[in-house]
């Protein structure tokens, strides 16, 4: 029997610490399919720079959380950057992407990495240069992605969205979101706006990350959800589940986001739910 390949976004880890809504035994039992590697869990490199932060912040729980994920995950390979794969899509014009090219796995990157977790303190300069980068990062994805919904808002009047479902939303805010993203393509063949909207539309990632965010703008402008700084990462994190069988989010909201968008393949769990299906 094939094991399950499984993905947690970062706060699944910190609930699993804090036993949240899961007890003593069903943890146990966690542990035990990973070490029988029954399951095995994905950890992606914006997990790291996410509980890098938190050892920075709280070395103590830090150090305790880096001790327990050892022993959840499956370090033979990492998730890559989801930027980096976005931005592949968009200046390269790749229109499929195999489950292999989702990963790293370099052997040097990964001992270099086991050896950080296993001893923070001893790396503590490189933990922080690291975190120095996320919020870099983040804004830059954040402001790409807020780009991209004023484009949508831009054209949002035309349209009578007063009874509009998802789909149709999704249907029509498609080719206005990814206007927002057509700077950022290499084109050296001169094609036409249509031509390079329905190739990036092609992409995996592109596709899974523009029905992501368009869901969230929909519930933002619909549902009377808040936008929270938070998103990016969330979004983020559903391109790392690409490649793999389940994704496991504590956010009950974003669980609703990701559940209706027609291209997802994974299975959406709370970490509760999850234990229960093993």
């Not at 290499?186 to 706006?193: A, D, K, Q, S, V």
């Not at 990036?200 to 700084?229: G, H, T």
């Amino acid at each position: 029997m094939n094991p399950r390949i499984v993905y947690f976004d970062t706060n699944t880890y910190r609930h699993i610490f804090n036993r949240y809504n899961i007890s003593n035994e069903e943890i146990q039992l966690l542990f035990k399919k990973c070490a029988k590697q029954e399951l095995l869990i994905k950890l992606s490199l914006l997990n790291i720079e996410e509980i890098f932060s938190l050892y920075v912040n709280n070395k103590p729980i830090g150090r305790k959380q880096l001790a327990q994920i050892l022993k959840l995950v499956d370090l033979s390979e990492l998730l890559r950057y989801p930027d980096i794969l976005i931005n592949d899509a968009f200046e390269n014009l790749n229109t499929s992407i195999s489950k292999s090219e989702y990963y790293l796995r370099d052997f040097n990157i990964l001992q270099k990495l086991r050896l950080i977790l296993e001893n923070p303190d001893e790396y503590e300069n490189q933990i922080k240069n690291i975190v120095s980068e996320i919020v870099g990062q983040t804004d830059e994805f954040f402001l790409s992605n807020r780009e991209a919904k004023k484009e949508v808002l831009s054209k949002i009047d035309k349209y009578d969205w007063s009874q509009i479902e998802f789909s149709e939303f999704l249907k029509n805010a498609m080719p206005h979101f990814l206007r927002g993203f057509l700077d950022r393509i290499h084109n050296p063949n001169g094609r036409n706006e249509n031509e390079l909207l329905e190739m990036i539309n092609k992409n995996e990632c592109v596709k899974i990350y523009s029905e992501a965010s368009l869901s969230l703008i929909f519930a933002q402008l619909f549902e009377n959800m808040k936008p929270d700084r938070g998103d990016s990462f969330d979004l983020r994190h559903t391109v790392s589940a690409i490649p793999v069988e389940c994704f496991v989010l504590n956010d009950n909201n974003f669980r609703k986001i990701l559940d209706r968008i027609p291209s997802r393949k994974f299975d959406l769990y709370s970490i509760a739910e999850f234990i229960k299906t093993i």
